[in-house]
């Protein structure tokens, strides 16, 4: 069974056009995502992620379009930018003191 299916997606920005992306994840897989700079990266996880709109295509999730089915499906999915949001060097106790202040 397919988790994700990508359908012919297009985004258009002023200096940057991506094409009829279509691509299936097979659950089960762990998937790569590799390309380029100013490949569609990005884009695509966006799009894959309700973040941003498409010109046109469809995305979908266990068989349901992400389109009006994002919230039950965002139920069963986690996403990660990578981004670091914390500060190494102080504490819990620290954090919670400078946010009284």
């Known amino acids: 069974m397919d988790i994700v299916e990508v ?3 297009c985004k258009t920005y002023q200096d940057f ?3 009829d992306v279509s691509f299936s ?3 089960g897989r762990i ?3 590799i390309g380029r700079n100013g490949a569609g990266k990005s884009t695509t ?7 941003i709109h ?4 469809k995305i979908f999730y ?6 009006g089915n994002e919230a039950k499906i965002k139920q069963r999915i986690g996403y990660s930018t990578g981004a670091v949001s914390w500060f190494p060097r ?7 003191w400078q946010r009284m202040m």
């Open 31 to 33: 998937t790569g995502f």
């Open 45 to 51: 996880i966006k799009a894959m992620l309700n973040l």
């Open 90 to 96: 102080k504490t819990i106790k620290k954090s919670q």
């Open 7 to 9: 359908k012919n997606i």
């Open 54 to 57: 498409t010109d046109s295509g």
């Open 62 to 67: 266990f068989g349901m379009p992400l389109a």
């Open 25 to 27: 994840l097979e659950e």
């Open 17 to 19: 056009q991506m094409k």
